[in-house]
T-cell receptor, first 113, second 114 residues
């Protein structure tokens, strides 16, 4: 299965600023998925990123708040913009398929103060 | 839309007890089913999976059988250990393409007493 390197692993940010999270995959993949895990909660899909096209966002998530880049088949970034304390969560990227399973990055633990 | 409902926690057991964590799903097609585990302070790991009806996934002493007739995928282990303390997520994916996303249940926190 693919190996994902995600960074930063954690950060503490001031409200109103932005943070960009990076995920690097050790193989080429068509789709990358970005998730949010709020404290004590399950994972919620933010968006699906396909190389060469705009990301597809789930209900409740918008591009202005969570812009995503997918410049090639092994890399993607998620930016959390104009942060507020409510954005404090773990953010994870993922790749995979239903047949083989999904691999997740180690997560970025974000605290907004 | 597709969804996963799993047993609410937290669940606390003594070491060597039998474990069952219930999971049921709603899906229009024939999804693949997964159990993921998140150990304290760590990332999400695939524990086991099943891709079609009657398949049994197994790993590290854990088992789950894909039951289409009851739309269930319950997680079981015959004798739990303290090291099994973690949060367990049941999940499904509704297709085989690279665009198929995975949908998670709410998670069940398991604590094992020595």
């Amino acid at each position: 299965s693919a190996v994902i390197s995600q960074k930063p692993s954690r950060d503490i940010c001031q409200r109103g600023t932005s943070l960009t999270i990076q995920c690097q995959v050790d193989s080429q993949v068509t789709m990358m998925f970005w998730y949010r895990q709020q404290p004590g909660q399950s994972l919620t899909l933010i968006a699906t990123a396909n190389q060469g096209s705009e990301a597809t966002y789930e209900s409740g998530f918008v591009i202005d708040k969570f812009p995503i880049s997918r410049p090639n088949l092994t890399f993607s970034t998620l930016t959390v913009s104009n942060m507020s304390p409510e954005d404090s969560s773990i953010y994870l990227c993922s790749v995979g398929t239903a047949n083989y399973g999904y691999t997740f990055g180690s997560g970025t633990r974000l605290t907004v103060v | 839309g597709d969804s996963v409902t799993q047993m609410e926690g937290p669940v606390t057991l003594s070491e060597e007890a039998f474990l069952t964590i219930n999971c049921t799903y709603t899906a229009t097609g024939y999804p693949s089913l997964f159990w993921y585990v998140q150990y304290p302070g760590e990332g999400l790991q695939l524990l086991l999976k099943a891709t079609k009806a009657d398949d049994k996934g197994s790993n590290k002493g854990f088992e789950a059988t894909y039951r289409k007739e009851t739309t269930s995928f319950h997680l079981e282990k015959g004798s739990v250990q303290v090291s099994d303390s973690a949060v367990y997520f049941c999940a499904l994916s509704d297709g085989y393409s690279s665009a198929s996303k995975i949908i998670f249940g709410s998670g069940t926190r398991l604590s094992i007493r020595p």
